[in-house]
């Protein structure tokens, strides 16, 4: 008897092994995500060309879970520069691109049937920073500034500057494409350029290394279309829903980064890659707080600046109209 229990125990004890050993190597049901469990969530790639708190918006919406609150598996890339970043957006390899106004603008008129759906900054939110030596714009006579790229709105904000001086861009002042904000403040540090274009946080380092500012060009009010978030037509005509929950999930990332101060901290000081509370400070209030809109709208007039740049050069730009490079439908439903 005792010889047969210990059998029967054996094999017990054999068929609980093999089934605690199926229970730790079975795959077990999906975790549950507002919007479909991971098999329903829609891969897609979303890209931004600027690490600033103007590009901030798509980072609150992706460390907010907002992109899986609406069914979508977002990957977000940054491309350096918006005319790189509108082509990668022609071609299809991201779905939807936050990126300045102006080379969405010139791509649309050379019917490239990408536009506008969101307004994410409609200022100008730039200071121009300038070396030690230099206290006064003809002091630039001669000098080297640097933009993104030919197009971008660095370009446009440092064209617009030094033509308000009464200095011509690329005969008076050389301009030098660079890149990214903290490319361009780097050559301003060394001392291979002489002014730069730049926005929070890196005002306050510029402050802090005693560099100059020669304008600001948020204290103008200029309505210009800076930031914006943008797609292809052919996505809007074949994929509705997949633009609506785009901006749904840009909306309330915005929505939450204003609310949920600590938060939102913690997102840009990741993205920003830097610890320093006063820029961080400066960012969330300055920008987040007092310039990214809540309910994004494009805006006509700072379209029209930009047009009104490009008609100097452009006749297609001139006889356009702001509201062939928007589609408010989508913020007319939120």
Request: without cysteine; aromatic residues 8%.
């Amino acid at each position: 008897m005792n010889i047969r229990i210990q059998e029967i125990s054996r094999k017990l004890i054999s068929i609980i092994s093999l089934l605690w050993a199926f229970a730790v190597t079975a795959p077990g049901p999906a975790i549950a995500a507002e919007g479909g469990t991971p098999q329903s969530l829609k891969k897609i790639t979303i890209g931004y060309s600027s690490i600033s708190p103007a590009s901030s918006s798509a980072w609150f919406a992706y460390e907010g879970g907002f992109f899986r609150k609406y069914g979508l598996d977002a990957q977000l890339i940054f491309i350096e520069s918006g005319s790189r970043m509108v082509q990668t957006l022609i071609s299809g390899d991201v779905v939807a691109a936050q990126v300045a106004g102006a080379p969405v603008i010139q791509s649309n008129l050379q019917g490239s049937g990408v536009v506008i759906i969101a307004g994410l900054l409609n200022t100008m939110d730039y200071k121009f920073v300038v070396a030690r030596d230099i206290t006064r714009p003809d002091q630039l006579k001669g000098k080297t500034v640097a933009v993104s790229r030919v197009g971008s709105s660095s370009d446009f904000a440092t064209r617009y500057t030094l033509e308000k001086y009464g200095l011509i861009p690329d005969k008076d002042v050389a301009i030098l494409q660079i890149g990214s904000q903290p490319a361009r403040f780097s050559a301003l540090e060394s001392g291979r350029i002489h002014g730069v274009m730049i926005a929070i946080p890196l005002t306050a380092r510029a402050a802090k290394l005693g560099l100059n500012v020669l304008a600001d060009l948020q204290m103008l009010g200029l309505e210009y279309q800076h930031t914006s978030l943008a797609v292809s037509q052919t996505m809007i005509k074949t994929q509705p829903d997949l633009v609506r929950n785009v901006l749904k999930s840009f909306v309330e990332g915005i929505h939450y980064a204003k609310t949920h101060r600590k938060e939102a901290l913690a997102i840009l000081a990741k993205y920003l890659k830097t610890d320093d509370a006063d820029a961080l400070q400066e960012a969330y209030e300055s920008e987040l707080q007092a310039l990214i809109p809540e309910k994004p709208y494009p805006t006509l007039k700072g379209i029209q600046t930009i047009l009104r740049e490009m008609g100097a050069k452009d006749a297609n730009a001139r006889s356009a109209r702001p509201e062939q490079f928007v589609d408010n439908s989508f913020m007319k439903e939120l």
